[in-house]
């Protein structure tokens, strides 16, 4: 492959000798990178099949937006930038941000007590701070709720809270150890209605989503279900290796962990928006990718901020759901950002963040990194 150099866009005079206006170039290498994406992406996607949608952004600008395969396997509708997709566990970072905002407003401080908000004997000694940087030891929902829940209702936040004040076992006390937890989640969007008054995706709309520049990005309950635009259903493969659609899925009325949906022009917008500094104010902004707290995975460590997880110069969170997996990668030490958003559960399966994030690298020269899920 040819060397990929990143450099300033190269002018020439326009075609028209009457016009004195410049036109511009794409920067050398560009259309290899894209070609090289493009046939990455579709030889794990068909074009039959639910698929994907890449950004990558570089300065500012969208180098790439577009989307392989389908968002509507039965009307064959494509998924474009355009297209709203599930988040899944993306969608923790927007959670965090409404509590960031209330922190902006004087409302909240990360020191509070869980307790103050929902007076369950559970959340004594649980702070803000732990609920979002996983040291709660709140047991898991979807354990509980996958064994002993008539599946012809909905769950929503709300069945959760009232599984929690019935005392449940806790993992651990609080900030003894770090684990993963999509119940904390849930009870940070219970707390962003309680101090707001606001019911909490709507809460996401005004004080995060609409600042971010997302216009077309919502939080999605289905026991309350809103018209997402230009939405893509979620996929799940079958033992024959034929793709299902599984939205109906009875745990997806629940809000906070999961059930953002955004497109890849919205995602741009919002990655610009954390960029500048335009969400919350300037000390508040300093604490998205703070280290609050620190796991081992396999020996290593491991930091976790406001819904990232971090490292000294990248920011990264992957998400999981029936019928969805995504991935984004943020370079603290540069302004580069890519993002993969799928409706459908192979993002893991070809190494495709890994193959993606080489090439990017390779086109704009940066140092490699270890990806980390």
Known sequence: MKNLLFVLAVFSAACNPSSDKA???EPVGLEELRASLDSLFNAEVGSDEPGAALLVASNGEMLIGKGYGLRDTETGQPITASTNLRMASVSKQFTALCI???IDQGKLSLNDEAFSYLPY??????SIEHLLNHTSGLPDYYQHFDADWDRSNIVENKDVLDWLATNPDPVFAPSEQWEYSNTAYLMLALIVEKVSGTEFSQYAKEQVFTKAGMQQTNYFNLAQPIEIPERAFCYQKDSLGQFNQVDGFFMNGVMGDGAVYT???DYFNYDQALRNGTILSSETHQLIFKPSSTHEVNGEARDYAMGWGVT????SHSGGWFGTNTYVKRYLNKPVTFAIFMNRTTLWENDLVGKTDSLINEYLKLPQTANKR
């Not at 004997?121 to 649980?126: A, E, L, M």
């Not at 000294?312 to 920011?315: C, E, I, R």
């Open 263 to 265: 497109s890849v022009n």
């Open 100 to 102: 960031l905002s209330l």
């Open 312 to 315: 000294d110069s990248t920011a």
């Open 121 to 126: 004997p559970i959340f004594k000694g649980i």
């Open 23 to 25: 036109v511009a170039t």
